[in-house]
């Protein structure tokens, strides 16, 4: 059974820091790319981060430069460290798990991690 579990959600003063991370289990986690998705109220999900099984790294426009991601190999897990963070940061943070290997695609998701930047 696969699970993706994220933490490290709160709320946190804007210009400040949040480390998330996403603890994974039953994948073969070192061939996944890893990504960061946010839905913030009324708006859809968009694409935070992502990370592949080789280390490239992709952010959206919005985060590049105060966000960053990393992936635990021998721990299963992938983090998203977020600096300066700003009010408009505020969304549900999700977890995600994709391989593809043609014909077969897996995607997998968390429950998500609520960030509030607010003072």
């Known amino acids: 059974q696969v699970q993706l579990v994220e933490s490290g959600g709160g709320l946190v003063q804007p210009g400040g820091s949040l480390r998330l991370s996403c603890a994974t289990s039953?994948?073969?986690?070192?061939?996944?790319?890893m990504g960061w998705y946010r839905q913030a109220p009324g708006k859809p999900r968009e694409l935070v981060a992502t990370i592949t099984s080789i280390s490239t790294t992709n952010y959206a426009a919005s985060v590049k430069g105060r966000f960053t991601i990393s992936r635990d190999n021998a721990e299963n897990t992938a983090l998203l460290q977020m600096n300066s963070l700003k009010p408009e940061d505020t969304a549900v943070y999700y977890c995600?798990?994709?391989?593809?290997?043609?014909?077969?695609?897996?995607?997998?998701w968390g429950k998500g991690t609520l960030v509030t930047v607010s003072s």
């Open positions: 039953g994948i073969i986690f070192s061939v996944y790319t």
């Open positions: 995600n798990a994709h391989f593809r290997r043609w014909p077969s695609v897996e995607d997998y």
